[in-house]
Every structure is written in structure tokens, then in C-alpha cells.
């Protein structure tokens, strides 16, 4: 289990995601999703998802945000915050990653990746990569040290 997130480090990944939500394209689904991701060196990702006609291609804003910075060559990672929500409503869930963001997630985050999902700056679900993800299968397995 990591330590939670300092308030002010929170409360602006979840403004960042917020706000990388705006360009969520989703023309199929019509639910906008939002990500902040921080890497250990402390700069900040956004991603949001982007939908496809073939609706297979479809990215999850996490993705997004994760293939962003690993092809700008960061590759670790303590934290990430996920808004999601229908267009013009309110969510009464929040948003967990998927699974296929969670597999993509363990191979960079590994199971102390804090993840936070929110509604907003003030209410939201912190756990770990770790919790939503449990005996996640990842570079060790594979005796490769991601470190
Ligand atoms: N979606 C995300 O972007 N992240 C999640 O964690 C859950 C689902 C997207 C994929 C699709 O564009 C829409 O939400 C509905 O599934």
C-alpha cells in the first residue's frame, strides 16, 4: 500500500483530468472521460478517450494519457486521477479504469500506481493499482526489472 497523495498534488491531477475531459470524442458513447497522470519526476499527462466509427480502436482517456508520455520517454509513475461521466449528467459512479487500462497501467505504475477517481476536487475514491488490480501480472513476472 502506498502513502496517500499530499491535497494540493490531488487536487490538481483531478483538475487536470476535469479539464483534459473537455476534449473527449465521443460521438458513440456520448461519456466523457478524463485522465491526469504524474510521473515520478512530477510532470503531468492528460489524456481523454477518443472513440472510432470501428468502435474497437476506441482509446480510454487513461491510455491516452499513459502513450503520451511513454512515447515522450517517461515510463514511471506514481499517480493517476480518472473523471468520467455522461454528457449533461451527473455521474452518481465513479469512474474505474478498465481493464485493459489497468493491465496497460501495471506495466509502468506497478501495484503502488495511487489511482484516484473522482467526481470532483472534493469527492472521490483513492486506492491503488495494486487493490483494483490484485497478483497483476507485470514485468516481474517476466524477470525484467522495470526500475
Ligand atoms: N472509457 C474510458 O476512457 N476510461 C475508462 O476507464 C472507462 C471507459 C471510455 C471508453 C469509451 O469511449 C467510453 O468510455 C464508454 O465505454
Known sequence: MSAALPAEVRAGLIRAALDARRFAYVPYSHFRVGAALLSKD???FTGCNIENAGYTPTNCAERTALFKAVS???TRF???AIVGSLEGKTNEL???PCGVCRQALYEF???S???IMAKSEDDYIETTLGDLL???FGPKNLEIDPD
Open 94 to 96: 465513479v469512474t474505474g
Open 134 to 136: 490484485p497478483y497483476g
Open 113 to 115: 500506481l495511487i489511482v
Open 42 to 44: 512530477g510532470q503531468v
Open 72 to 74: 515522450e520517454g517517461v
Open 78 to 80: 506514481s499517480a493517476i
Open 109 to 111: 505504475g506497478g501495484p
